[in-house]
T-cell receptor, first 113, second 114 residues
Framework: AQTVTQSQPEMSVQEAETVTLSCTYD???????LFWYKQPPSRQMILVIR????KQQNATENRFSVNFQKAAKSFSLKISDSQLGDAAMYFC??????????WGAGTKLIIKP | GAVVSQHPSWVICKSGTSVKIECRSL??????MFWYRQFPKQSLMLMAT?????????EQGVEKDKFLINHASLTLSTLTVTSAHPEDSSFYIC??????????FGSGTRLTVV
């Protein structure tokens, strides 16, 4: 069975600094997608970034980038120039063969002003 | 971009009554709808997957007679919590998957059963 592990229940970072959230996964699929979602206090799930496993280039969206290590099955999220609005729960997810998302437990990100 | 409208955003109901939650894809056709339940400070737990025009597939441990899912059209899926009890109180979220491949989430429904 596929699993997604987020080993950091909580992380904190000073505003304007950089923080990296960890995620490892296990899948037997040869082609798959990985996602990072943000859930602010409103609880609306917001897509942060998506990575297609067959692409070697790491995905980037403005201040958000990933370090995708396929062999190590690692998919970490780097947030640069952290802003107060980045405070949220961050969930890592992997798509399975049924197009369902397998979710990590989440990391609560705290931004210190 | 793709939008999924979920209603109601919150609902309080009496124990023993039924509650219906609707999710509509506003600008795309949702071939598949996923229904999740989320407990406080926890991750999303998949309850069921529904495809337009066919019966929903429920995850192990989810009572299909209690959580009725209907996906009658490509733009509307509903979750009905039947004979609700306080233990059904939770946050329910729908997510639609469309042809362009992506997952779009509704804003969630906070259900409180008293």
């Amino acid at each position: 069975a596929q699993t997604v592990t987020q080993s950091q229940p909580e992380m904190s970072v000073q505003e304007a600094e950089t923080v990296t959230l960890s995620c490892t996964y296990d899948t037997s699929e040869s082609d798959y997608y990985l996602f990072w979602y943000k859930q602010p206090p409103s609880r609306q799930m917001i897509l942060v970034i998506r990575q297609e496993a067959y692409k070697q280039q790491n995905a980037t969206e403005n201040r958000f980038s990933v370090n995708f290590q396929k062999a190590a099955k690692s998919f970490s999220l780097k947030i640069s120039d952290s802003q107060l609005g980045d405070a949220a729960m961050y969930f890592c997810a992997c798509m399975d063969s049924n197009y369902q998302l397998i979710w990590g437990a989440g990391t609560k990100l705290i931004i210190k002003p | 971009g793709a939008v999924v409208s979920q209603h109601p955003s919150w609902v309080i109901c009496k124990s023993g009554t039924s509650v219906k939650i609707e999710c509509r894809s506003l600008d795309f056709q949702a071939t598949t709808m996923f229904w999740y339940r989320q407990f406080p400070k926890q991750s999303l737990m998949l309850m069921a997957t529904s495809n337009e025009g066919s019966k929903a597939t429920y995850e192990q441990g989810v009572e299909k007679d209690k959580f009725l899912i209907n996906h009658a059209s490509l733009t509307l899926s509903t979750l009905t919590v039947t004979s609700a009890h306080p233990e059904d109180s939770s946050f329910y979220i729908c997510s639609a998957s469309g042809p362009r491949f992506g997952y779009t989430f509704g804003s969630g429904t906070r259900l409180t059963v008293v």
